[in-house]
Structure formats: C-alpha cells, structure tokens
Nanobody, 121 residues
Framework: QVQLVESGGGLVQPGGSLRLSCAVSGSIFSINAMGWFRQAPGKQREWVAT???????NYADSAKGRFTISRDNAKNTVYLQMNSLKPEDTAVYYC???????????????WGQGTQVTVSS
C-alpha cells in the first residue's frame, strides 16, 4: 500500500503565494517521477508540473515563471511553490508519484486526495 497525503491549500488573494506539500508513505522501493495536476470546476484535470528522480523539472505554460516544483527524496515528499497566484489558478490540486513497491515489480502511479486552492479577493 502506498499513500499520498497533501497539505498546504487554502484561500489566498491574487498575487499571493502558497506552498503545497505531498508526502508519500507505505511500501516504497523507489519513486520515479512526482508531480502535480489540477482540476478547476467544470474543467478537465490538467497537468501542472513534474520533477524526475534526478531533479529535472517540467512545467505547463500556465505555471512557468510562477510555480516551482521540488522534491526531498529523503522525505519522499514533493512540493509546489506557487507565486503570483491568479484567480484562474483556483482548483483542486492533486499530487501523483510513480512508485515501485518492490525491486522486481513494475512502477505504477498513485494519487493524493486533492487539496483546494482558492485565489480570490
């Protein structure tokens, strides 16, 4: 069993900042890519950012220059620092992790339960 627990969401004014965290626990041999998606009301879930096990990062155009993804491998945790937030960033943010539970098994992706981010004055 692998669990992902997110924290850090909330209400923030436009131009403000939030830092999301997602801790992975359970049966873990290794973690490959980790990242974040988001889903706004009435819209499909969209990819936000990814960080590989080696630390390489990729961002959606909407996140470039404002969001920073990072990970702490010792803590099996991924972070999303969000600056200059806009009302259109309002969504439920979901973390994911591609995890190998054993050395011989295949990796599979696991998801967090989601954390609400609301950007409003």
């Amino acid at each position: 069993q692998v669990q992902l627990v997110e924290s850090g969401g909330g209400l923030v004014q436009p131009g403000g900042s939030l830092r999301l965290s997602c801790a992975v626990s359970g049966s873990i041999f290794s973690i490959n890519a980790m990242g974040w998606f988001r889903q706004a009301p009435g819209k499909q879930r969209e990819w936000v950012a990814t960080v590989t096990s080696g630390g390489s990062t990729n961002y959606a155009d909407s996140a470039k220059g404002r969001f920073t993804i990072s990970r702490d491998n010792a803590k099996n945790t991924v972070y999303l620092q969000m600056n200059s937030l806009k009302p259109e960033d309002t969504a439920v943010y979901y973390c994911y992790a591609n995890v190998k539970a054993t050395s011989w098994g295949a990796a599979r992706s696991y998801w967090g339960q989601g954390t609400q981010v609301t950007v409003s004055s």
